[in-house]
Structure formats: C-alpha cells, structure tokens
C-alpha cells in the first residue's frame, strides 16, 4: 500500500457533541462514526483503501474536528514536522470528541506535551535496534531471533511509538530492494534463527506481492519455525484484513503468527472481532502486546476490562511493555510500580489464560526483562515460602528428602520455615468462608438426615431455615469481623446478617443456640 502524502483540508464541521457512550459498551463495542463520515456508504466505509486515502494526516485538518485552545494549536503545529500524523477515520471515530483526555484521543493525536521532557531521559533509538543489526533493516540480538523492519508505513502513527526514527521517512519504494533480499540472505546464512519477527510500520501495510516475498521466501526455509507478523491494523484499521488475497496469503504460509496492539477495550470493536476470527480461522494464532500508558490503560479496572475483552475475541494477551523511553513520550511513562500494581491486580484474579507477562524492554539492547510481584517470601535449605493473590502464605517443600532444620517454637513467617505450620491464612479470607460453610451445611444435613429435602417431604427450602448457611460473598466477607480464635464461625439463616468468619476453624456441632 502506498502511502499518500497529501493533506487536503477536510470541510469545517461543527464539534460533535453528540451523546458519547463507548466507555459502557461492553467489547466488543458498537460500530460508530464522526458525523462526518456519516453519509459514507458501507462499500466505501469498509473499503481499506477509501480509509487509507481519507486519513486525518495535519493538525489543519484536525482543528476542525477535535476542540485546541490557541496555544495547543501553535504547539502541536510546531510538533508537525516531527513526526507523522495518520488516522484513518474509523480509529478516529472511537474517540470521545468532548474529552480532551480521551485515551484513543492521546494514542493518536499529537499533544504539547510531546514538547516536554523533564527528566532529560528520552532517546532516538532507546532499544539501540541500530547498533544490532548487521544488515540495513535487521536486528539479531536474541541467538535464535531476528527482526525485519520490512516499511516504514503505518495505518496509524501512535504517539508513543518506539521506532519513531524509521517511519519518519518520506516516500518509499513498492519494490523489493536490495536490502530486503539482504535480510533475506542474513537469515538464511544464520541457521541459529528459528523465529523471525516481520515489523516496520506495519507489515501489513505492504503490497500484497512484498509480503509474499517476505514470507514466502522465510517459511522456504527449513530452520525458520515461526514467522510473526508485528501489526496494529486489526485494531486501528481492520479493513485491511477485509481484503480475502491477504488474508489467503497469511492462511497459506503455515509458520505465521500474529503479533497484535489493543490498549485499551473501546479498541475491541465488531471490526476488531471480525478479523481477529478471520485470522484464527486461517491458522493463525493471535497474540496482544500492550503498552502501559499514563492516561490510557494505567488502570486497573481499564486492564481488567482489556484482557477479559481480548479472550472474548481469542486473542491470548502476550505482553504488557512498559512504554520506552523515546523522544516525545515522556507524558505516557507510569512508574514501574503502577506496572506491578495492576499485574498484582491481574495474577490470581482473573484466568491465566489472561495474564501477560509485564516487561522492561532494557535499554543498550539488554532485551526484555520480565517483573512481577514478589511471590517468593523466604526461604530456607528445606522449604520455601510462596505468598498467593490472596496474601496466604504457604510452606512449600520442593525436594523429597529429610528436614535439615530443627523445629524451633516461633512466631509468623518464621514458624513456616522452622516451626510447625505449613500455612498462614488472612482473617476474613473468602475462599475459606466458603470452605466452612460449604462443610457447615454438609454437617447439617447429615446431621438432619435428609438432603435435598428427601427426608422430610418438604419441597420448600424454607424449612430447613435453622441450618442454612449464606455463602459470603467479597462484599460480605469485607463487613465480617472475626471472632475470637476458640470460637466456631456462626452459622446464619438466609436473609439474616452475614456470618462471622475464622478462616481455619471449622463447627463440630450446632451453633450455640440452636437446638437439632
């Protein structure tokens, strides 16, 4: 696909200002455009290239879509020269026009701020790429990985890119080059290579015949096991993958894998879903890199809401980046605490079908560096002690032989790896509520002599009132105060208040007061 450089002003149309409710859709959302593509029609709209052609490509343009007070106006107007503007009118119609913080907004549009940089810490090629490639357009820095920067184009520039120095080229050629046949060679000469990463821009932003070349040539080769194509279009432009020759193409080549970019669920659209079946269906498995962003996805809630809306449509989340340090990004730089808040918020809480891992790509080209909370305690020569999501604390023997350590009366964490206790439970824990209530009713009925209200006759839950017990719920569990330890967890009607829990203390008869 080539890229047009021109940049027709569009009509001046009044700000929309249109009720916005994309934030309560639940992903994927609802298909939406700026009043100014409403008339388009659907062949059009749906057509990659009449978006392509239509991008928003200067802030002339985008003063008359979006509200700038003058001073950010002449800022982002001086930014224009330094790095590209492209958003194609769907990605544009995702944004909340009445907020100037909307997170799609600050992904695409360029801001003031990229002006700013207060800690004097932002670099041109902060991965050092360049130092690491041995041919024009290739990087090898992993022994069985390399990279292929195959374009400069993208559907869409977002602000924070790391890679800002390559696509700020001008022009280009549809052809392939001699250092596109020179990556090519390099990967063949290096039978070390199992895996290559074909990037840019974005791969699929290429004619379908440079692709072809790419992967065709690639998955000729007997020691390349897979072919990943990094790519933001199904998410910023989906009807790219509308076109049925590409995604033939993609299908055809059996070692590809797809390297995607949600960051945040309102970028979850039935486009979106669409392509990503599409892609699944074709062979291809769908893996999601996210970039932690101040004032898009640093969030809980908002990552939570991601990675559940990523498995709804398959796409398995891979990775979350903390955002690189590179010229003008400097305003989407959370603290790595803010990462390991939300991963501590994510591991545990949610199926580890959705957990990324949380990385640092290094600078000086160390490679990504995984973190994550710290769920190693202590330890000792015997055991070590492993902390869950729930703050529970458990001894863990890894090796079947003898202790070693005398037992030794002690208190807390200490009594795990030299005392006698195998586990340290918080008061109030839920899981635990629910294992006593669970045996509690258990108690009851055997007690009793009927279940399922075969021993009465009675067809009315009512009956059995006197035992039976409400499941704490998280909301429950938060009002709960603890009984002495000596004490049984009171067991509690239905509709009544809700029990007092002891997590490790389990009835061995009825509650005081309560008469079989």
């Not at 209200?453 to 499941?471: D, I, K, N, Y």
């Amino acid at each position: 696909m080539s890229e047009s450089e021109a940049r027709q002003p569009l009509p001046s149309v009044p700000v929309f200002t249109t009720e916005f409710s994309g934030e309560d859709d639940e992903p994927p959302g609802k298909p939406r455009r700026h009043p100014l593509w409403a008339n388009v029609p659907d062949h059009q709209w749906n057509d990659w290239r009449w978006q392509s052609q239509n991008s928003i490509r200067s802030v002339r343009q985008l003063r008359n879509l979006l509200t700038f007070s003058p001073e950010e106006l002449e800022a982002i107007g001086q930014l224009e020269g330094d790095y590209k503007l492209a958003i194609a009118p769907y990605y544009f119609s995702l944004i909340n026009p009445n907020d100037p913080d909307d997170p799609i907004r600050r992904q695409s549009v360029p801001s003031p701020l990229e002006a700013q940089n207060p800690s004097g810490y932002e670099l041109e090629d902060p991965l050092e790429e360049d130092l690491d490639s041995p041919v024009p357009g290739l990087t090898h820095r992993y022994p069985d990985r390399a990279l292929l920067v195959t374009t400069h184009v993208c559907s869409m520039y977002c602000r924070f890119c790391t890679r800002k120095r390559a696509t700020m080229v001008r022009g280009g050629w549809d052809a392939i080059s001699r250092d596109d046949q020179r990556m090519i060679d390099y990967v063949a000469a290096h039978p070390e290579i199992r895996d290559v990463i074909i990037s840019g821009g974005d791969p699929l932003t290429l004619p379908t015949a440079k692709l072809r070349f790419f992967l065709e040539n690639l998955a000729a080769l007997p020691h390349i096991d897979v072919i990943r194509i990094g790519t933001r279009v199904p998410v910023t432009l989906p009807m790219r993958l509308f076109d049925s020759e590409l995604v033939e193409l993609l299908s055809s080549v059996n070692k590809v894998w797809i390297q995607t970019h949600f960051n945040h669920p309102r970028e979850i659209t039935p486009e979106s879903a669409q392509v990503v079946r599409s892609l699944i269906r074709g062979g291809m498995p769908v893996n999601n890199h996210t970039v932690l962003l101040k004032g898009v996805n640093d969030s809980l809630d908002t990552m939570r809401k991601l990675m559940r809306g990523l498995l709804r449509i398959k796409v398995r989340p891979y990775y979350i980046f903390h955002c690189d340090p590179v010229i003008g990004a400097g305003h989407f730089r959370t603290s790595v605490w803010k990462g390991l808040e939300i991963m501590e918020g994510l591991r545990g809480h949610m199926s580890g079908l959705g957990i990324p891992t949380y990385v640092v790509d290094s600078p000086h080209g160390g490679g990504k560096i995984p973190l994550m909370p710290n769920y190693l305690v202590s330890m000792s020569d015997d055991a070590v002690v492993l902390r869950n999501y729930e703050g529970m604390m458990v001894r863990y023997q890894a090796q079947d032989q003898p202790a070693t350590i005398a037992t030794t009366k002690t208190r807390g964490v200490s009594s795990l790896i030299q005392g006698t206790q195998s586990k340290l439970v918080p008061e109030q824990n839920e899981r635990m509520a629910r294992r006593q209530a669970f045996r509690e009713q258990a108690e009851a009925e055997a007690e009793y002599g009927c279940s399922d209200h075969t021993g009465c006759g009675s067809s009315q839950p009512e009956s059995h009132s006197r035992f039976a017990v409400t499941l704490p719920m998280i909301s429950d569990v938060a009002e709960t105060r603890s009984a002495p330890a000596d004490k049984t967890m009171e067991s509690r009607t239905i509709g009544s208040e809700p029990p007092r829990l002891v997590p490790l203390s389990f009835p061995t008869a009825p509650p005081e007061g309560e008469v079989a």
